[in-house]
Antibody, heavy 122, light 110 residues
Framework: QVTLRESGPALVKPTQTLTLTCTFS??????????VTWIRQPPGKALEWLAR???????YYSTSLKTRLTISKETSKNQVVLTMTNMDPVDTATYYC??????????????WGQGILVTVSS | QTVVTQEPSFSVSPGGTVTLTCGLS?????????PSWYQQTPGQPPRTLIY???TRSSGVPDRFSGSILGNKAALTITGAQADDESDYYC??????????FGGGTKLTVL
């Protein structure tokens, strides 16, 4: 059974750096083709794709946010970490991590975490 | 940056058929964009319905189908049910590892 769980702070201050961890089980990020992606959703608004990391270490970022995002993996711990710098109240959102089980289906996010609500406020 | 477009809202009668679309602000959607569709109810993460244009995810009823209609990707729900009332999101793969979600369609069944 594939599970993913997001963890991190529920509240950050403007200008701070957000660090979120996705801890997963049921698959290995060392498996060829496997990827993990981050997606966010501001309250009442649409989903927004943020970043992706592949089994081979390749990393990809949203064009509009790439200067603020860093994604990394700790394969032995089954974790993927997303950092976002210079947080602003507009970054208040539920942040999800999801699995892409094959990079041959790059928009198939087949398993999702429950999400973590991050509020940006002073 | 290319914008992925969806109808903001749609309504369908119970038992009816509805087609939601997913387009591009510039250009046409084709299978090479690997269009996928997700269903989301309040407070829940999205659920995968369709991927790679027309492949149903495991456990998804066959009344959900995906296609390319003209220059857009499409999600058709045949025989709509009350619990189909949800937000529906498409996502397109833009290449170079980047995906983009549409703005979502709020479907009302009434």
């Amino acid at each position: 059974q594939v599970t993913l769980r997001e963890s991190g702070p529920a509240l950050v201050k403007p200008t701070q750096t957000l660090t979120l961890t996705c801890t997963f089980s049921g698959f290995s990020l060392s498996t060829s083709g496997m990827c993990v992606t981050w997606i966010r959703q501001p309250p009442g608004k649409a989903l927004e794709w943020l970043a992706r990391i592949d089994w081979d270490g390749d990393k990809y970022y949203s064009t509009s946010l790439k200067t603020r995002l860093t994604i990394s993996k700790e394969t032995s711990k089954n974790q993927v970490v997303l950092t976002m710098t210079n947080m602003d109240p507009v970054d208040t959102a539920t942040y999800y991590c999801a699995r892409i089980y094959s990079n041959n289906y790059p928009s198939l996010f087949d398993s999702w975490g429950q999400g973590i609500l991050v509020t940006v406020s002073s | 940056q290319t914008v992925v477009t969806q109808e903001p809202s749609f309504s369908v009668s119970p038992g009816g058929t509805v087609t939601l679309t997913c387009g591009l602000s510039s250009g046409s959607v084709s299978a090479s964009y690997y269009p996928s569709w997700y269903q989301q109810t309040p407070g829940q993460p999205p659920r995968t319905l369709i991927y790679s244009t027309n492949t149903r995810s495991s456990g998804v009823p066959d009344r959900f189908s995906g296609s390319i209609l003209g220059n857009k990707a499409a999600l058709t729900i045949t025989g709509a049910q009350a619990d189909d009332e949800s937000d529906y999101y498409c996502v397109l793969y833009m290449g170079s590892g980047i995906s983009v979600f549409g703005g979502g369609t709020k479907l009302t069944v009434l």
